[in-house]
């Protein structure tokens, strides 16, 4: 091999390894950036939090809860808001969702209190929950034990809805 | 001549262990990109604390808020403790 064939060899050579390098640093940027960070799961678990603090402090329950007006103004009560970013039209559709129901230990069928605040329409998702369909709502189940002022024993379980999945999940 | 081969034989095997160097080195990269995504997906688990020695009894791991409240109203009334966990730990 005479020395010009053989420089062209190595430029050849070098040339694909510059184009493998590339790729390479390609499919690293493509791989990591190309999934969006999926915080709902954990939002519905900060607000099924934020929820029970309202509902039940150092195992004692909140009786008020047991009040219409309460669970009507429970948003307020609970210092919770909805309030989204104007953006995909999420102003007209709310992207949140939770429901209450309190049993009593002798009747864990039908609730004592049971209230909801947000869409409803979001709570088909949680039927339909599959990594396939990663686009609808995600959907947290919270459940807990309280007592009453006068000892009764209350079950507690918090059903919350998050959506937004358009900055969630990759279109 | 034969040196000259020689030559050319090292510096072919060179190359080969270079390319292979490079590849290996870019695998290795892409699995570490690959794995570091699988990590987006935040989970609840992010939200547990530290157990103290009154809700683990050897005080070691962790625990979710919803279950302190549990084991608080427990050291208050403990009826039915059987029944409530399974409620509870029912899916």
Known sequence: MNSKSGEKLISVYWFTILILVAGGIVAMVYVFYGVQYDVREIEGSIMINQISDCISRKGVLNEDIFEKSYQDNFLKNCHLNFNVEDENNWKENLQYYFEIKIFEINDLVNPKVDFNHGSLNLVSSCEIASEDYEKLAKCVEGKFYSIGKNNEQYLIKILSIIRKSEKNVKS | ?91
């Open chain 2, 1 to 91: 001549m034969l040196n000259h081969r020689r030559g050319q034989i090292a510096e072919t095997v060179t190359w080969r262990v270079a390319t292979m160097i490079i590849v290996i080195t870019l695998i290795v990269f892409i699995f570490i990109s690959v794995q570091m995504s699988d990590a987006k997906n935040i989970t609840p688990s992010n939200l547990v604390v530290k157990a103290g020695n009154f809700f683990k009894s050897d005080g070691v791991g962790e625990i979710d808020r919803l279950e302190i409240k549990t084991k608080f109203a427990f050291s208050l009334n403990d009826k039915n403790k059987e029944k409530i966990n399974e409620w509870i730990n029912e899916k």
